[in-house]
């Protein structure tokens, strides 16, 4: 009788013992999401409150430091170009044959009418450099078993105050997210699917983008094709490749 009290007493104790920490669980989203580079195909599907418009891209990616994106089409943004240098950005427009740069408040305003900003395109940070992290919880998402896991920012620079993500147990992938001011205002919703198993990382193909502040439907950010840690020809990442 003793000894099945102790053994009572010791599974909530086993079991806390065998579930990961914030940090554990950042580690592991890091190790699926991030990559020494990419090269990628990829359409934005954006449900204004009028219309619906596919944009669909190419980008290269080396790190959280350096990116690429040139638009493919439809017409009016075809042959426009972005150009990520650690934290500055520079677009090319064909139609003013103009290089501009995006800074300050600008950085918040919609990419193309979507519900992504241009900061939005611009953080590829890994997770563990700008947040802590701890396991509020588990929920059942899409049939999937899911940590709770909310995000704080270390630094008051970083886009999001605050984060509150649901991440599949076993694929430590995120499925959905919620994204949050400093004030606690709830700023944008992001839901992702057709997660796929790419060498010996799980990713995300599909990611629904919705802006809280405005109207439509959101946005789906999709991927074609992508590949990780391939050789990337340094000229791309200059100004002349804009044009």
């Known amino acids: 009788?003793?000894?099945?009290?102790?053994?009572l007493l010791l599974?909530?104790?086993l079991v806390w013992a065998q579930n990961p920490s914030g940090k554990e669980i950042l580690e592991r989203i890091d190790e699926n999401m991030a990559s020494k580079s990419t090269i990628s195909t990829s359409k934005m599907v954006i449900h204004g409150a009028r219309q619906t418009r596919t944009i669909k891209a190419k980008s290269w990616g080396m790190g959280d430091e350096k990116s690429f994106t040139e638009y493919l089409a439809p017409a009016r943004e075809k042959g426009t170009k972005m150009l990520k240098l650690e934290d500055e950005l520079w677009i090319y427009s064909p139609s003013s044959d103009r290089i501009i740069k995006?800074?300050?408040?600008?950085?918040?305003?919609?990419?193309?009418?979507s519900d992504l900003s241009y900061e939005d395109m611009m953080d590829n940070a890994e997770l563990l450099e700008d947040y802590d992290a701890g396991v509020i919880g588990s929920e059942i998402i899409d049939e999937r078993d899911c940590w709770i896991v909310e995000l704080q920012a270390k630094t008051a620079e970083v886009n999001y105050q605050t984060r509150k993500m649901w991440v599949d147990k076993s694929r430590y992938i995120p499925l959905k997210e919620e994204l949050y001011a400093k004030s606690g205002k709830l700023l944008k919703k992001l839901e992702l699917s057709e997660i796929t198993k790419i060498g010996n990382r799980w990713y995300p193909q599909k990611m629904i983008f919705k802006d809280m502040l405005k109207k439509g439907n959101g946005t789906e950010f999709i991927i074609d094709e992508i590949e990780f840690d391939k050789e990337i020809e340094a000229y791309i990442f200059t100004k002349a490749s804009l044009k």
């Open 11 to 13: 599974i909530p104790v």
């Open 102 to 113: 995006i800074s300050g408040h600008m950085l918040r305003q919609s990419l193309m009418g």
């Open 1 to 7: 009788m003793k000894n099945l009290i102790i053994i």
